[in-house]
C-alpha cells in the first residue's frame, strides 16, 4: 500500500515538474519589467507557453539561450557601474521574429556597452512564433508580428524618455541598437515615429518615440550589412 503511495506521489509530482516551462531570467541584478501595465495592445494567441533553452548550436565557440513564444513583453536596465556618458539604447535581439537570441544579441550587448558608460535596456518583445508555412514560405503573422514588435519599441522608447531622470540618461541621447530582425525593427522605429500604433496608456507615450541614433546589423543571404544614423 505505501508503495503504491508513493508511486502515485512521485507520478503527480513528475508530471507537475514536466508541466513547467523553463523561463529566461536576467542576470543577478537586474530586473526584468513588463512594459504594459496590463494586456498589450493586439494581442495573439500562441501555439505553447514562452519557453527558454540554451541551443546546441554553437557561435563564437559556445551555445546561445533561445527564448520563444513571448507574449508578455519585458525590459531590463543595465545600468552603467562606473563612469556615466549619459547615453543610452534600447537593445532588440534577433531571432526572425521567430523567437530571441536573448544574450548572444542582447545582454552581452548590453553588459559590454554598460561597461562602456551606456545605459542599456535589453527589450524582450513580442515574438508569438507562429509555424512557418513551406508551401507559401511565409508565417501567417508576418504582418502582425512585426506590428506587435514595433509597439513594444516604441513603447519602451516611451518609457526610458519618462524615467530618464531616474535613470540617470540624457532623455535627448537615447538610441537603438538591434541584430537581425531586431535591425530591421531598428529601421521601422527610426522611420515610423510620427504615430504610435496603439492607443496611449499613459505619460509614457505623450513622450517622442523617435530614436537619437540607431545602429542595425542585419545579416542575410548577401552578407553583413550595418546601418548607423544619428
Not at 531570467?25 to 505553447?48: F, L, R, T, Y
Not at 513571448?70 to 521567430?98: C, D, H, Q, W
Not at 523617435?210 to 543571404?221: Q, S
Request: glycine share 8%; aromatic share 10%.
Amino acid at each position: 500500500m505505501m508503495y503504491l503511495i508513493f508511486s502515485v506521489f512521485m507520478l503527480v509530482a513528475f508530471g507537475a515538474a514536466s508541466a513547467q516551462t523553463p523561463v529566461w531570467p536576467p542576470s543577478s541584478g537586474h530586473a526584468e519589467v513588463p512594459i504594459w501595465p496590463e494586456k498589450p495592445p493586439d494581442a495573439q494567441p500562441v501555439p505553447k507557453p514562452e519557453y527558454a533553452e540554451t541551443t546546441k548550436e554553437m557561435v563564437a565557440g559556445k551555445p546561445y539561450v533561445w527564448v520563444s513564444n513571448i507574449t508578455r513583453p519585458t525590459m531590463t536596465v543595465y545600468s552603467p557601474k562606473g563612469k556615466n556618458t549619459g547615453a543610452a539604447v534600447l537593445v532588440f535581439p534577433g531571432g526572425g521574429f521567430e523567437g530571441l537570441a536573448i544574450d548572444l544579441e542582447g545582454t552581452e550587448v548590453c553588459d559590454w556597452l554598460a561597461s562602456a558608460g551606456v545605459t542599456c535596456v535589453l527589450l524582450k518583445y513580442r515574438v508569438p512564433s507562429l509555424p512557418f508555412d513551406w508551401h507559401c514560405k511565409c508565417r501567417p503573422d508576418n504582418l502582425v508580428t512585426s506590428k506587435l514588435a514595433l509597439e513594444d519599441a516604441q513603447r519602451t522608447m516611451g518609457l526610458a524618455r519618462l524615467h530618464a531622470a531616474e535613470w540617470h540618461i540624457d532623455p535627448h541621447k537615447i538610441g537603438v541598437l538591434g541584430f537581425s530582425a531586431g535591425g530591421y525593427l531598428v529601421a521601422e522605429i527610426s522611420t515610423q515615429f510620427r504615430r504610435r500604433l496603439y492607443a496611449p496608456v499613459d505619460a509614457a507615450d505623450k513622450e517622442s518615440c523617435r530614436p537619437d541614433f540607431a545602429v542595425a546589423f542585419i545579416l542575410g543571404i548577401y552578407g553583413l550589412a550595418t546601418m548607423v544614423t544619428d
